[in-house]
């Protein structure tokens, strides 16, 4: 069965520092990947996605992810942390074999110290 | 585009109740899933649809929940009768199928007391 783990419950980092998110996947089949991110009271917004090609996936609001496949990982960096990055994290994970059914993984939430 | 549209934003209810949650798709969009967010068990399909088809409702906890999409621009989620462990947000996504990445609406957070 798919299952998708995110190792890290939480994390907190400084302003201007750079973050590393990690994500495990664990699926029989060619995976495609999604990060997104929740801030407080909101749904989830999209940050970037990978189907194929180039491992390294460039997203929105400066966010990239690289997808690893010996290490069955798509973990998403971020050069220099915002405060307004602050926010909960998750991974996903879908196949073309189960349709459009994604997986998510159990959320990282993001504190940022000034 | 107004993104998925989910109402009400909050809702408050008795145990024992019938709830009925909405969503409204965004226009083009095949895909429609349900999923609720709770501290315990994280984010849960509950259901999907394909072109207003029921495809997949093993997430659904039980007999007391219930959904339609009875066409495109629409789909409800109903809780009958309705108990505190509902308590949740529950998110209304949608996609088209080439593109697989999801559009949530805002949730509607229910709270059964």
């Known amino acids: 069965?798919?299952?998708?783990?995110?190792?890290?419950?939480?994390?907190?980092?400084?302003?201007?520092?750079?973050?590393?998110?990690?994500?495990?996947?664990s699926?029989?089949?060619?995976?495609?990947l999604f990060w997104y991110?929740?801030?407080?009271?909101q749904g989830l917004q999209l940050l970037l996605k990978y189907f194929s090609g180039d491992t390294l996936v460039q997203g929105i609001k400066g966010f990239e992810a690289e997808f690893k496949r010996s290490q069955?990982?798509?973990?998403?960096?971020?050069?220099?942390?915002?405060?307004?990055d602050a926010a909960e994290?998750?991974?996903?994970?879908?196949?073309?074999?189960?349709?459009?059914?994604?997986?998510?993984?159990?959320?990282?939430?993001?504190?940022?110290?000034s | 585009d107004a993104g998925v549209i989910q109402s009400p934003r909050h809702e408050v209810t008795e145990m024992?109740?019938?709830?009925?949650?909405?969503?409204?798709?965004?226009s083009g969009h095949d895909y429609l899933f349900w999923y609720r967010q709770t501290m315990m068990?994280?984010?849960?399909?509950?259901?999907?649809?394909?072109?207003?088809?029921?495809i997949d409702d093993s997430g659904m906890p039980e007999d007391r929940?219930?959904?339609?999409?009875?066409?495109?621009?629409?789909?409800?989620?109903?809780?009958?009768?309705?108990?505190?462990?509902?308590?949740?947000?529950?998110?209304?996504a949608s996609s088209r199928q080439e593109s697989y990445g999801y559009t949530f609406g805002s949730g509607t957070r229910l709270t059964v007391v």
């Open chain 1, 72 to 84: 069955s990982s798509f973990n998403l960096r971020k050069p220099s942390v915002h405060w307004s």
């Open chain 2, 16 to 26: 024992g109740q019938e709830v009925t949650l909405r969503c409204k798709p965004i």
């Open chain 2, 65 to 92: 929940f219930s959904a339609k999409m009875p066409n495109a621009s629409f789909s409800t989620l109903k809780i009958q009768p309705s108990e505190p462990r509902d308590s949740a947000v529950y998110f209304c």
């Open chain 2, 41 to 54: 068990r994280g984010l849960e399909l509950l259901i999907y649809f394909n072109n207003n088809v029921p």
């Open chain 1, 37 to 41: 991110v929740q801030s407080p009271g």
């Open chain 1, 89 to 113: 994290y998750f991974c996903a994970v879908g196949a073309m074999e189960y349709g459009n059914k994604l997986v998510f993984g159990a959320g990282t939430i993001l504190r940022v110290k």
């Open chain 1, 1 to 25: 069965a798919q299952s998708v783990t995110q190792p890290d419950i939480h994390i907190t980092v400084s302003e201007g520092a750079s973050l590393e998110l990690r994500c495990n996947y």
């Open chain 1, 27 to 32: 699926y029989g089949a060619t995976p495609y």
